[in-house]
């Protein structure tokens, strides 16, 4: 028998893995158990064999184990109602429901809500006819960001376009999948796109607690080069929003959950885009989720102090108040760095080809330091129980350091103990503030 409250993760990713973890570091919290889970997320409790879009046989599992809280990783299962079902059972579920998750399943949807916030969000443009859309794609070299309408595209309905050629192909393909598709302005002058930041709210209603602001990087290559991902790495804090954090709060956050008439709970995610030179609107908004960020929240939860991260969670789940909560930061930087199937984001015969090559020198006594956690994702086990690659985003390998270069320095060292052939990485996740640090302090 364990003391404490017992919770359910659903996922399986990297998210979830750093879920889970802190999860055991939580007061409060006895039993972990994640469905389906991934070899990471059964270091740290038990792994449960349901899918996690078996939402009947995740309902009877709950109510058989009396589980306190249910927390869902992905926007796929917000979208589908999973928050209503667990609700109409009387038990406790971390995020929005279905009708709340729209503001980041229809991009549409999110977008009338910032307009009616009165918050900036770059133009775009709703198209069902192809030959309308390539015609506004031609009418402004600003006009090449080409989005799906839905937000449920696992990282890849989003394509902000060098060329207009390129938007022009999108398009194209988009409508191979949709009937309607976005065309939005980029933020940015001659083809070079603005520098993005991640915002994540804790919300209950009207109450929220932020968490640090973050930069994902989203592009398979070194630089932000080659074809859109989930997100090869992410880093935290993040320079471009410092100073403006209570801005962002005031101006975007507080007018949003207004607009959602305070019946928001879970985490709200804006992703906000810079926007130099502007002093009324020095960030500007891309989009909204609904959950949080995946590999955002790795380097998060390692700069986490906080044993009431588990109570914030659940208060929200009640919808109740949560102005007396406070959370506490170690202090310095953490990046995170995806180890990824070298046929990722491409799922070819290649791709296919390395699923099931063995993972070696996670043994290594290096990550023993406690400033290293290597969260889990498309990793599994093989018939002999020994770790294999099972899919794209396998490894999550995220540091802390006193500041993003020691962070950064540890990062690439971990990621060189980790012996496996089928996966690749990008050594230079934080470079924009690994370069301003430098410029700053002559290091
Ligand atoms: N890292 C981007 C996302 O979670 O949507």
């Known amino acids: 028998m364990v003391n404490g409250d017992s919770v359910l993760i659903i996922g399986s990713g990297g998210r979830e893995h750093a879920l889970a973890w802190l999860m055991a570091k939580s007061d409060g919290v006895g039993k972990i158990y994640t469905a389906p889970g991934n070899p990471g997320t059964k270091q740290v409790g038990e792994n449960v064999n349901i899918s996690a879009n078996d939402f009947d046989a995740l309902v009877d599992f709950a109510l058989k184990k009396k589980i306190d809280l249910v927390i869902t990783g992905s926007e796929s299962q917000l979208g589908k109602g999973i928050v209503d079902i667990f609700q109409k059972n009387g038990i406790n579920i971390y995020g929005p429901n279905q009708q709340m998750a729209q503001i980041e399943i229809d991009k549409i949807y999110g977008k009338e809500i910032m307009i009616k916030a009165g918050i900036s969000t770059p133009q775009h443009w709703i198209f069902k006819d192809p030959e309308a859309a390539k015609a506004k794609i031609m009418e402004d070299p600003k006009n090449t960001v080409v989005k799906h309408p839905s937000g449920d595209m696992g990282g890849k309905g989003v394509h902000p376009c060098a060329t207009q050629e390129e938007a022009l192909a999108e398009v194209d393909k988009m409508f191979e999948i949709t009937d309607t598709v976005v065309i939005e302005q980029f933020a940015g002058e001659k083809g070079v796109i603005h520098e993005e930041a991640s915002c994540m709210v804790i919300c209950s209603g009207l109450s929220y607690i932020p968490l640090l602001f973050s930069q994902d990087h989203k592009k398979e290559g070194e630089g932000d080069t080659g074809s859109n991902t989930g997100g090869m790495g992410a880093y935290a804090p993040c320079e471009i929003t410092r100073g403006y954090e209570d801005w962002i709060l005031e101006k975007i956050v507080k007018p949003t959950l207004k607009v959602l008439n305070g019946k928001f709970f879970g985490t709200l995610y804006i992703a906000l885009i810079r926007n130099p030179g502007d002093d009324i609107w020095p960030f500007q908004v891309l989009e909204y989720n609904a959950r949080f960020g995946d590999p955002e929240l790795q380097p998060i939860a390692t700069l986490l102090d906080a044993p009431n991260f588990y109570q914030i969670l659940k208060t929200s789940a009640q919808q109740e108040d949560l ?36 993972i070696l020198g996670l043994d290594d006594p290096y990550f023993k330091n406690p400033w290293v956690t290597v969260f889990h994702a498309g990793s599994g086990f093989n018939e002999k129980g020994e770790l294999i690659v099972a899919g794209g985003r396998t490894l999550n390998v995220t540091t802390r350091g006193k500041d993003i270069i020691e962070a950064h320095e540890r990062c690439l060292e971990a990621l060189s103990k980790i012996k496996c052939d089928a996966l690749r990485y990008r050594r230079d996740i934080g470079y924009r503030d690994i370069a301003r640090f430098k410029a700053r302090t002559g290091r």
Request: aromatic share 14%; charged share 25%.
């Open 323 to 358: 102005s007396n909560f406070e959370l506490k930061w170690h202090p310095g930087s953490a990046i995170c760095t995806v180890m990824a199937n070298k046929g990722y984001p491409r799922k070819d015969d290649y791709y296919k080809s390395l699923l099931g090559t063995r």
